[in-house]
C-alpha cells in the first residue's frame, strides 16, 4: 500500500477508536516548562503555566525564516482561530537561527506579515529552547489543562494526528459541543507542502559554519574577499560563486556588483534565504533557470523574467516548477553589492 494509503487507513483507525471510545490512554511527558526565560513577547503579556492552567496549550517552536516552519503554518492558525474560544492557547516560541532573527523589529514585521496572532514568546538567548530541552525547527508540545505534556511532534506532517490529540485534549478538559471535522487549509507560496517525491536536494548552508557541496572551498580563503571564476559545469546539489565574494562562517557575502551564485538541484521549488546589508536598503536580482528566465517557473518572489528585488532579510522563494522536475541549474546574479546569502531549501 502507499504511503498515502497508509496514512488514510491509520487516519480511519484512529477514528473509529475514538468513536468507540477505546482510544490508548496518552503518555505523561512532564510538566508544561516555564516560559520565564523569554526575552520578550508579542500579541499578549507574558504567560506561565499557573495562569494557563484549565486551557490546552500548543507550543510551537519556529523561526521565521525556516521553511519547514513556514509549511506547518496554515495549520497552526487555522487551530488557534478554530479551537481558542473552545480552550486552547497556541504559544509560538520564536528561537532564531541566524543573526538577523534576533532583531527585534524584524521578528515583530514577519509575524504580522505572516498572520500570526497568537502569542509569541521571544527567545533570543534560547532559554525557553533549553527549558523544553527542544532540538528542532518545527517542534509541537501539547500539555493538557492541568499543565502536563501529553504529545509531541518534530518536524512537518502528522497534522491530523496532532488535531486529534488538540481535540481529545480539549474534550477531557469539558469543552462542550467540540466540531470534530478537522481543519482544511489553503497554503500558498513557501506555504505549500514540499514534494517529497522529487525532492533530491537537501537545506543547504552558504556560510562556512556549516557549508557543504560549495565546488570553490578553501579554507585558505575563508573570511577574505576574493574573485571566484565560477564553475562551468556542477554536480548535483553542488553550488559556485561568480565575482567577488567573501566567505564567512555566517554566510557569503557579495563585496562587488555584478556577482552571481549558482546552484545544481533537483527539487520542485527552490528558495533561498538571504537579506542586504545595511538592513533596509535594496538589492536587485535576477534569477535564471538552465540559463534562461523561469517564466511560469518563477518562484513568488520573482516575475516571469526572474527579477525580483531583496529588500529584507528573510526566505525567498526563487522557482516553483509547475511539470516534470528534473535536475536543473539555478542562478542568481545581483546588481549591488552588499548581499549575503545564507542558506538553499527545497520542496
Not at 557579495?254 to 521549488?269: C, E, I, K, N
Amino acid at each position: 500500500m502507499s504511503a498515502d494509503g497508509d496514512r488514510d487507513r491509520g487516519l480511519f483507525r484512529t477514528i473509529a477508536h475514538r468513536l468507540a471510545g477505546d482510544e490508548e490512554p496518552l503518555p505523561d511527558e512532564g510538566r508544561l516548562p516555564s516560559f520565564a526565560r523569554a526575552t520578550g513577547w508579542l500579541n499578549a503579556e507574558p504567560l506561565t503555566p499557573e495562569a494557563l492552567r484549565g486551557r490546552v496549550v500548543l507550543v510551537s517552536f519556529w523561526t521565521y525564516t525556516c521553511v519547514n516552519w513556514l509549511r506547518t503554518l496554515p495549520y497552526l492558525r487555522a487551530w488557534h482561530e478554530k479551537y481558542a474560544s473552545a480552550g486552547l492557547t497556541v504559544v509560538g516560541v520564536h528561537t532564531p537561527e541566524f543573526g538577523f532573527e534576533h532583531d527585534r523589529a524584524n521578528v515583530i514585521a514577519r509575524t504580522a506579515a505572516l498572520g500570526v496572532a497568537y502569542p509569541v514568546a521571544v527567545d533570543d538567548e534560547y532559554g525557553v529552547w533549553d527549558d523544553f530541552a527542544n532540538h528542532y525547527w518545527p517542534a509541537v508540545y501539547l500539555a493538557d489543562a492541568e499543565g502536563r505534556l501529553r504529545f509531541h511532534h518534530f518536524g512537518e506532517g502528522e497534522y491530523e494526528r496532532t488535531e486529534m490529540m488538540i481535540q481529545r485534549l480539549l474534550i477531557a478538559a469539558g469543552a462542550p459541543d467540540l466540531d470534530l471535522n478537522l481543519v482544511m487549509v489553503e497554503p500558498h507560496g513557501l506555504e505549500v507542502a514540499a514534494d517529497w517525491r522529487d525532492l533530491r536536494s537537501p537545506e543547504t548552508y552558504l556560510g562556512y559554519g556549516q557549508s557543504s557541496g560549495f565546488v570553490s572551498e578553501s579554507a585558505d580563503l575563508y573570511d577574505r574577499s576574493e574573485d571566484y571564476a565560477g564553475s562551468r559545469a556542477l554536480p548535483l546539489n553542488g553550488w559556485d560563486l561568480t565575482g567577488r565574494w567573501t566567505h564567512a562562517r555566517h554566510a557569503a557575502v557579495l563585496d562587488r556588483a555584478g556577482g552571481s551564485v549558482s546552484f545544481a538541484f533537483h527539487a520542485r521549488d527552490a528558495n533561498l534565504v538571504m537579506g542586504p546589508t545595511p538592513s533596509g536598503s535594496s538589492i536587485p536580482f535576477r534569477v535564471l533557470l538552465d540559463g534562461r528566465p523561469p517564466g511560469d517557473a518563477h518562484g513568488t518572489d520573482v516575475d516571469a523574467d526572474g527579477r525580483g528585488v531583496v529588500d529584507r532579510q528573510d526566505t525567498f522563494q526563487l522557482i516553483r516548477q509547475t511539470g516534470r522536475v528534473q535536475d536543473a541549474v539555478l542562478r542568481l546574479e545581483f546588481d549591488r553589492a552588499g548581499l549575503e546569502a545564507y542558506c538553499f531549501t527545497f520542496g
